[in-house]
């Protein structure tokens, strides 16, 4: 069964410490993206890749970092650089293919204290 | 840097009536217009879309529809029912695959 699985589903941390989501895809997507969504906001891009070994800033880089060493693969470290790091935190794929639609994980809630 | 604006942030509407969702976005290389729902803690998921060859999509109660000169796409919600109350996301793609989302647009259909 093709998806993209996130996990944990819910991550707690104490303030100071870095910690990695992880985000894996099986549907052989080259283009993952990572969202932080806030409370009733929409959703902000922190970091794109289109393809393995490259990635690209979002809006909101400033605090996190990724990397894209396998085509499956996508981790998101918060450092604790993020003044703000607890969030709702989504991850997706998509074919590079312009025309084509973003498929997400169910999602980490992290909460940092 | 790309723009994307959705209006209205919020709207109201009278279950059967119809409901109307404006985005904006300032990439003219876009070339790839979606709209997705997301409902209460779950994650968004794709209702429609439209390439930009067309200007209008319809399915069942939904359609899109496409002005690339001015640079906005609508969605439409025809006959709305309890369960489009969601909030819901246009997400243009920019050159460089690079993927915005307007702010939402939080959906209530009244009894």
């Known amino acids: 069964d093709g998806g993209i699985t996130q996990s944990p589903k819910y991550l707690f941390r104490k303030e100071g410490q870095n910690v990695t989501l992880s985000c894996e895809q099986n549907?052989?997507?080259?283009?993952m993206y990572w969202y932080r969504q806030d409370p009733g906001q929409g959703l902000r891009l922190i970091y794109y890749?289109?393809?393995?070994?490259?990635?690209q800033k979002g809006d909101i880089a400033e605090g996190y970092s990724v990397s894209r060493e396998k085509k499956e693969s996508f981790p998101l470290t918060v450092t604790s650089a993020q003044k703000n790091p607890t969030a709702f935190y989504l991850c997706?794929?998509?074919?590079?293919?312009?025309?084509?639609?973003?498929?997400f994980g169910n999602g980490t809630r992290l909460t940092v204290t | 840097g790309e723009n994307v604006e959705q209006h209205p942030s919020t709207l109201s509407v009278q279950e059967g009536d119809s409901a109307v969702i404006k985005c904006t976005y300032s990439?003219?290389?876009?070339?790839?217009f979606p709209w997705y729902k997301q409902e209460l803690g779950k994650r968004p998921q794709l209702i429609i879309d439209?390439?930009?060859?067309?200007g209008e999509k319809k399915d069942q109660r939904i359609a899109v529809t496409l002005n690339k000169t001015a640079k906005h796409f609508s969605l439409h919600i025809t006959e709305t029912q309890p369960e489009d109350s969601a909030v819901y996301f246009c997400?243009?793609?920019?050159?460089?695959?690079?993927?915005?989302f307007g702010k939402g647009t939080r959906l209530h259909i009244l009894p």
């Open positions: 997706a794929s998509s074919s590079q293919r312009g025309n084509s639609p973003l498929h």
């Open positions: 549907l052989n997507h080259d283009a």
């Open positions: 890749s289109q393809i393995v070994n490259d990635f």
């Open positions: 990439d003219s290389a876009s070339n790839y």
């Open positions: 439209i390439r930009s060859n067309v």
């Open positions: 997400a243009p793609r920019h050159r460089d695959d690079k993927i915005i």
